[in-house]
């Protein structure tokens, strides 16, 4: 009997131990996700001091709420403006669910040898959900590179059928913004052949005999003043994200690419490295009492084109992308020439098949707008 005893105790060791440090960081970097690594750090005490070494993390915001009350209608400054006026109007919609990023509803506290509970199922001793902010969630994180946090769904309610993207780049204020709209997204017989560079541009931009103008009716049905909605509703939902991320970019000097989206991929905020520095040195300036950075004052380019056809099967009408840099920067030669090469930067924002339809729309007639800081 103490033979056989005597051989199963070899069996017992934990083969975990004999794994790297390192090794293991590998793996918990692969796990990224805040939740997973939480529960990861009541496996062992070794996990609970490798946890917060990790330098990729994965915040998903599984649902939201407000705990500030809306304020008065008396509070609110006097409008200044038409421009004003339009995005007062959109960030009214915005207020609610930007508080949004403001808390993640997490589990109840409770101890280490106590059951887990759902998020659904409130404790009877206690609140029903403890409520813990992005900047909190990841303040025992002490080496975050590489972050994102992606929100359940986008800010900007949209009809079924239409199509709204945009990507963003910020350091203390806007550095770029590029956005795609269509009033409708609809499919058309799919080819085989899905290869974006197999199609001849006078199939996918519509007729070949197409000047690349905007119609008179654009500026007649409402077309015009929807996409003037679709720029302002986009860069109010990118300048709220950039003003809450400022405590979390505070706590973590060590992170490198910072990425905000949402589970509907509707718009992505992202930050680099000069960028998150820039920030940290230049104070961000807010706009009025709102919880969002001041938008300065911009320069844009717009392409249109009523039809679009995009390898895949999807058709794309009344397609239109903008491209936005503040002005008063100093323009790159990237920005600077005729035709789609001084755009490339804009058309590589999007995946597929989006990404073809920002190529093909910078190439047609680019029109040049202007709007005043917001």
Not at 122 to 127: K, L
Not at 172 to 182: E, K, Q, W
Not at 241 to 265: M, S, V, W
Not at 337 to 343: D, K, M, N, R
Request: charged share 20%; proline share 8%.
């Amino acid at each position: 009997m103490g033979d056989a005893a005597g051989s199963l105790s070899p069996e017992r060791e934990d083969q975990f131990d004999r794994l790297p440090d390192a090794l293991l960081l590998v793996i918990l970097n692969r796990i990224g996700e805040v939740k997973s690594l939480g529960r990861c750090c009541i496996v062992s005490r070794r996990f609970h001091a490798l946890v917060p070494l990790v330098d990729t993390v994965v915040v998903r915001v599984d649902c939201v709420i407000s705990d500030e009350p809306s304020p008065p209608p008396s509070t609110s400054d006097k409008p200044r403006g038409v421009l004003s006026n339009l995005a007062r109007l959109v960030l009214s919609g915005l207020v609610k669910p930007w508080q949004a990023l403001g808390h993640i509803l997490g589990p109840p506290t409770s101890s280490p040898s106590s059951s887990p509970r759902r998020l659904s199922e409130p404790s009877s001793s206690s609140p029903e959900v403890s409520h813990h902010s992005p900047a909190e969630v990841l303040r025992n994180f002490k080496e975050i590179r590489r972050l994102r946090i992606e929100l359940p769904a986008g800010e900007l309610g949209v009809e079924d059928g239409v199509l709204l993207k945009w990507k963003a780049a910020f350091g203390s204020t806007l550095d770029t913004c590029v956005i795609l709209g269509a009033s409708s997204v609809s499919p058309t017989n799919p080819n085989p052949n899905s290869n974006p560079n197999s199609y001849p541009d006078s199939l996918c931009a519509g007729s070949s005999d197409d000047s690349g103008s905007i119609p008179e009716s654009f500026y007649t049905n409402g077309s015009l003043k929807l996409r003037v909605v679709w720029t302002i509703s986009s860069l109010i939902a990118a300048s709220a994200r950039h003003y809450l991320l400022q405590p979390i970019i505070a706590d973590h000097e060590t992170l490198e690419t910072l990425d905000l989206t949402d589970a509907d991929g509707q718009g992505t905020l992202t930050m680099d490295r000069a960028q998150l520095q820039e920030l940290r040195v230049r104070p961000v300036s807010a706009s009025g009492s709102s919880q969002r950075t001041l938008v300065p004052a911009l320069n844009m380019r717009l392409w249109y084109a009523p039809h679009l056809d995009l390898p895949g099967g999807l058709v794309l009408k009344g397609a239109t992308l903008v491209a936005i840099r503040p002005s008063g920067v100093e323009q790159q030669s990237r920005d600077i020439g005729a035709g789609s090469e001084g755009f490339s930067w804009v058309s590589g924002v999007f995946e597929e098949p989006y990404r073809s339809a920002a190529r093909l729309l910078v190439k047609r007639r680019t029109y040049c707008l202007e709007m005043n800081s917001f």
